[in-house]
């Protein structure tokens, strides 16, 4: 009934012990104190747990910590860099005020991410549909939007453009 | 969700060994399966994770269509360069289900095993003159959907990949639900030559086709040539979102819709 | 502006730092050293009698620590969740008021009612337990809406409440209203739901009890909006811990939109339960969970009535409303319907005589309070769409019928019929700002270009004003609330010249960590990095009443305000002492102390130091410290007011509505932070959206099931639903009572924008002869009304 996990987390290997039924985002909340993650739903509808696995983004709440064994995940705790400077997409939220309560805002972020490496330079429509299967209930998403086509902006100067993305 | 053994077999045939394990489950990506464990709506013994079996993975260019392993996940379809070139209107059908983090686990063969009545993809195996492979057997587009959450697939059996046809012209144009972004009605149509098929999802308790509209197309094939015909609205789904005569008025909506994407 | 931080700079908020990277505090992240957790155990049925409770396989079951029940808690004598405000009827007699116990005793009442609950190791082995209690039922007839409870023979949900009916309240002048009805030259008329709302935070409810031995202590973590007030009801009523020995911490919390005002059965039974297990207990609400037991909001079914002379100038409005206020009486739920919703029915307009009836009753369901907006959305969409009617009756524009009726700005203060006493406002200048906006000139145009792609396009317009800041006390005291409605702050200025404020307001998205230091900042001229924001937790903040109603900044700024104050009269006598001058000789500014006329002047640091280190200090006169404290009593409500626009397009072949643009003008009085107001209206302009278009809480009338529980039924507005807004604000009426001349701005958006939404919908539907459709205009609704229409008009037919 409990099995070994095993995965890279924001960089860091890490291993546990615990039950098959444990929910990515509870591994990453409950093992892992990696608290930024949140729960909205039950329903994975509300996208407040997304995280990236492998690069991807997943609604850590619809998948099982034994399905992540050996992937890479990155959690709002690890899109900064390692001395603290703000992810261009954290940054944008902040300058665009992107977020008010916070509570939906990690699963936000990490879709953004997700959407501008598909996309580089979305439209607005883009932006919308992107997010998608991100509820907020707070912004009325007008600021999220401005802010991740910023982001979007942001991640094209400070990084080269990708030659062939997927 | 209750306690259950989790298995992660690494070729199709340890799969069916684990499958037979009785109240076992098979998990593809899980989008539907892990919310039904959540709500502990189902108790199965074992979960069989398909994720790391090669047999099942892959898009391939077979007989002038494609061949889409049972384990590609929509967002692998939604994005294949493959699929784009030979069926555009599979692509763009993929780009469109749930949202893009239910695209980045979710599989086709679980999507069609389920046989959600609201799911999209089986509108295009009926649409798309597919066949579905198992590992036992070939089972055709038309014989695989039986019922609301009904398939040909017997116990244990395990879906390998679909075999889609490539159409002359296709689309397919969906009426989401406002809340769950599920079909209320999505509407499949393929001309192949002189055959057109029109495969409705959503709608029914199961896919079907909307045969007085194919006649129709095969005919002429514009959005004007359904102009009075509709499905029956008896039998029809009918919720708090849309009731059954709202259901089959879209259903002529959607069609023609998808006639005009179809171009 | 000489601070750059300072008020009207739209400052970035220092608390965007946490939550985007992940380190944020709400309740659920909290675990402490032997943590249990808690699930409960809720009734299936909408009412039934509980004949007993089996929990010997649960409590066997791994992991669990105990199983309690309603017997424990009475055995304990916990008591009922108190209710907050106490309406009398017309009659003169008090609203029925029956308990409400945290876990059932004898019967459950709606879907959700907690029966008990199940402490353990784990929440997965709370849940499997939790499963494994058996009740047994006997179900009983249910009443799953308002309008069922009031049909004669409805069961009752209340054996002490006759009719299911809570109270039957009346406001204003009934004589002068038939009066001038009976004189009227036009009538117009309308029926309208309000519906029922499930406010959905999005971050779910929790609580973690903890109980220290050694002192007695208890410990509610919680995800409340005012803890103060939790503490007091908790404390108090349910139980019997006094304040000293009850700390209640509000961390982050994810979103309240009022349903985390209201003291819940569940605080109640983690901070008993930690006693009783002897272990800290936490509960998190699943969102399924949350669908069922917050306090949900609207719900109102009314008929209006607005009498006009020749002219289409208002006379009186007659108004009947039948508001279902669930299961049990809610925190504040009695105040909702009657002193925030009937003494808002004049709107914008200068009707001189207005009659409002309410009757309340009890139903089978969650239980009904504010939510965002509380009473004002369902005066406004009221109002709104009855004046859209008055101006299809009378053949004029809907902005000149409105324009003719507004309470001119020359008459403010300006007395309403309904009890409030307006202090600004110019009506005139808002819709004068939004018609450019919107180019109305030019929609008729707009109107036939989209009907030449076969889409029917329609214009809405809604004004509306709000009261916030509910007060003052001593009023609202004599209305029916038992509790005070003023704010506290505190300015501790520290030896070194930073500062830190507590205040009883509460923040849980309105970023007052930034704007309270923006206020201090400018006050004291110091960088706002030296100002530290405090609030949520009772241990620390001397008093307070919490944040709803839009009142964080024109009641609980008030009062830093007035700290501040105290502060700096301290602070001049202090530096008086120190320059060696007069008091009277001491000019402030930018907290900088100036001997009038010379160059001798200190700096509020330096008087903080000396403050600490009085060795230059006027000992015999003050003592040592600047630390200060003041509470604010409003001497009157605030009134924002606003006029929204919105423009949108009807697909009849499916009947879907896409807005196609949205502008917002409104006046909350002075503004400290453009950014965040422009946030806090964006936000809420889609919660009213929302309630025009997409959401609907519905229960089924006789079972009382709730049939939309989740998110694939309950439709919440999504980014790709909604569009970017024209949001536009003027500065020139600032609120005349408080000392920043601000009105209060985190409603606004939700109270004007369904009836906008609502009267563009009627407006592109009107050539289908279409007066009126309840909300939500869903897809099917307006595709239906289109193919009932008869004759259909000239469109492009399919």
């Not at chain 2, 049972?70 to 692998?76: I, Q, S």
Request: proline share 5%; aromatic share 6%.
């Amino acid at each position: 009934m409990s099995c070994t996990v095993s995965m890279t987390v924001n960089g860091k290997t890490v291993s546990r012990e615990v039950e098959e039924r444990t929910l990515l985002v509870a591994f990453l909340r409950e093992h892992l104190g990696l608290t930024g993650t949140h729960v909205g739903c039950d329903t994975s509808q509300c996208g407040a747990c997304v995280v990236h696995v492998d690069g991807r983004s997943v609604k850590s709440c619809t998948t099982l910590a034994v399905q992540a064994n050996g992937t890479e995940v990155t959690t709002i705790e690890g899109l900064a860099a390692a001395d603290g400077t703000l992810h261009p997409m954290q940054a944008a939220f902040r300058e665009h005020h992107g977020l008010q309560c916070g509570f939906c805002t990690p699963g936000m972020v990490m879709s953004a991410v997700d959407l501008v490496r598909d996309n580089p330079n979305p439209t607005e429509a883009e932006i919308r549909e992107g997010l998608e299967g991100n509820i907020c209930r707070c912004t009325g998403y007008h600021n999220i939007v401005k802010a991740v086509k910023a982001g979007a902006d942001a991640m094209a100067g400070a990084q080269p453009a990708p030659v062939a993305a997927e | 969700m209750y306690a259950f053994t989790y298995q992660r077999p690494t070729s199709l045939a340890d799969a069916a060994t684990a499958i037979q394990a009785e109240e076992a489950k098979l998990l593809g990506g899980g989008q539907t399966l892990l919310p039904t464990l959540k709500q502990r709506l189902a108790r199965p013994t074992d979960l069989i994770d398909l994720g790391a079996i090669p047999e099942l993975k892959g898009i391939r260019e077979a007989d002038g269509g494609l061949e889409i392993g049972a384990f590609t996940r929509h967002a692998e379809v939604a994005h294949s360069d493959l699929v784009k070139r030979v069926i555009p209107a599979l692509a763009s059908l993929a780009e469109g289900i749930g949202d893009r983090q239910v695209r980045n686990m979710g599989t086709m063969g679980g999507s069609i095993a389920n046989a959600d009545p609201s799911a999209d993809y089986p509108s295009a195996v009926v649409a798309l003159k597919a066949t579905v492979t198992t590992d036992r057997r070939s089972i055709a587009g038309d014989d695989f959907f039986t019922g609301m959450f009904e398939t040909a697939l017997e116990p244990g059996e395990i879906v390998k990949s679909v075999r889609f046809s490539r159409p002359d012209k296709a689309a397919y144009a969906k009426f989401r639900n406002p809340a769950s972004r599920y079909a209320i009605v999505g509407v499949f149509v393929a001309r192949f030559g002189a055959e057109v098929r029109v495969a409705v999802t959503g709608a029914a308790g199961s896919v079907f086709r909307a045969e007085a509209f194919e006649t129709a197309l095969a005919a002429d094939f514009r959005a004007d040539a359904l102009n009075g015909l509709s499905v029956d609205a008896d039998g029809l789904n009918a919720d708090i979102h849309a009731s059954a005569d709202y259901r089959a008025h879209l259903v002529t909506v959607m069609a023609k819709r998808a006639v005009e994407a179809a171009g | 502006m000489a601070n750059p931080n300072g008020i009207g700079a739209s400052v970035r908020r220092r608390e965007d730092q946490r939550f985007l990277t992940g380190r944020g505090n709400y309740t659920d992240d909290f675990k402490r050293p032997n943590m249990t957790h808690a699930v409960h155990v809720r009734s299936p049925y909408a009412h039934a009698r509980i004949l007993g409770i089996d929990f010997t396989d649960a409590a066997a079951m791994p992991g669990v620590v105990a199983v309690l029940t309603g017997a424990d808690m009475e055995a304990d004598k916990v008591g009922s969740l108190p209710c907050g405000w106490q309406i009398h009827s017309k009659d003169g007699s008090p609203m029925k008021e029956p308990p409400h116990y945290p876990l059932a005793r004898d019967r459950v009442r709606y879907v959700g009612d907690a029966v008990a609950v199940v402490i353990a190791e784990t929440r997965e082995q709370a849940r499997d337990a939790a499963e494994m209690v058996v009740v047994d039922y006997e179900e009983l007839p249910a009443v799953g809406s308002s309008t069922r409870a009031i049909a004669g023979g409805a069961p009752l949900v209340h054996d002490d409440a006759p009719d299911n009916v809570c109270y039957d309240w009346h406001l204003g002048d009934q004589a002068a209203v038939d009066a001038a009805f009976a004189n009227a030259a036009h009538v117009a008329k309308i029926d309208l739901v309000n519906q029922r709302l499930v406010p959905n935070a999005m971050e779910p409810r929790a609580a973690m009890g903890e109980y220290d031995q050694s002192t007695g202590e208890y410990t509610l973590t919680t995800t409340s909006q005012n803890p103060h007030v939790t503490r007091l009801l908790m404390g108090a009523f349910v139980l019997g811990i006094p304040e000293h020995k009850l700390r209640v911490v509000a961390p982050d919390v994810g979103g309240g939109f009022g349903s985390k005002i209201f003291h819940y059965g569940e605080e109640a039974v983690v901070t008993w339960a930690a006693r009783k297990v002897g272990r800290p207990v936490k509960w998190t609400a699943d969102r399924s969970e949350s669908f069922l037991t917050d306090a949900h909001g609207r719900d109102h079914v009314s008929h209006a009535e607005l009498a006009m002379d020749a002219d289409g100038n208002f006379l009186a409005l007659r108004v009947s409303t039948l508001a279902n206020l669930g299961a049990y009486l809610s925190t504040f739920a009695p105040s909702i319907p009657t002193y925030l919703y009937a003494t808002l029915l004049a709107g914008q307009y200068k009707t001189p005589a207005i009659y409002a009836e309410v009757k309340a009753v009890f139903t089978n369901t969650s239980p009904v309070d504010a939510y965002r907006g509380a009473g004002r959305p369902e005066a406004c969409y009221l109002i709104e769409r009855l004046v859209d009617v008055a101006a299809g009756v009378m053949g004029m524009d809907r902005t000149e019928i409105r324009r003719r009726n507004f309470v001119p700005k020359e008459a403010m203060p300006y007395q309403t019929p309904v009890a409030l006493q307006y202090d600004t406002g110019d009506f005139a200048k808002n819709l004068d700002i939004a018609l450019p906006l919107v180019d109305y000139p030019g929609f008729q145009q707009r109107r036939a270009e989209s009907k030449a792609r076969g889409k029917l396009r329609g214009i809405g317009f809604a004004t509306y004003i709000e009261a916030c800041g509910i007060a003052p006390s001593n009023v609202a005291g004599a209305l029916g609330a038992r509790a005070g409605l003023y704010e506290c702050a505190e300015v501790r200025f520290h030896p070194t010249g930073s500062v830190t404020v507590f205040t009883g307001s509460h923040s849980h998205g309105q970023g007052h960590e930034t704007t309270f230091a923006q206020i201090v900042a400018e006050r004291f001229g110091i960088p706002i990095e030296n100002v530290e924001i405090v609030h949520g937790d009772t241990n620390k903040i001397p008093f307070g009443m919490g944040t709803y109603g839009s009142r964080s900044l024109a009641v609980g700024g008030s009062a830093l305000v007035k700290a501040m104050d105290k502060v700096e009269r301290k602070a001049k006598k202090i530096a008086a002492h120190m320059l060696e001058a007069a008091e009277t000789d001491i000019e402030v500014k930018d907290g900088r102390f100036t001997v009038a006329g010379t160059d001798k002047s200190l700096g509020i640091g330096d008087i903080a130091l000396q403050a600490y280190v009085p060795h230059n200090f006027p000992l015999d006169e003050l003592e040592p410290g600047l630390d200060e404290q003041a509470f604010y009593d409003p001497k009157n409500f605030t009134y924002p007011n606003g006029c929204h626009v919105c423009e949108l397009e009807i697909d009849p072949d499916t009947g879907v509505t896409t807005i196609v643009s949205f502008a917002a003008v409104d006046d909350f009085g002075n503004v400290i932070n453009p950014l965040i107001v422009e946030g806090q209206v964006h936000g809420g302009l889609v919660q009213g959206i929302g309630q025009a278009l997409y959401e609907n809480c519905v229960y089924d009338e006789e079972s009382g099931q709730l049939v939309t529980g989740s998110y694939m039924d309950y439709c919440m507005p999504r980014a790709d639903d909604v569009p970017s807004f024209t949001v536009r604000y003027h500065e020139d009426q600032p609120c005349t009572h408080n000392p920043l001349g601000v009105k209060g701005c985190g409603e606004a958006g939700t109270i004007g924008a369904a009836a906008a939404v609502m009267n563009a919908v009627v407006d592109a539907l009107s050539e289908y002869g279409v007066t009126h459709m309840d909300m939500p205009a869903t897809p099917e609704k307006v595709w239906r009304t289109i193919r009932d229409a008869a004759p259909a008009p000239a469109m492009a037919a399919e």
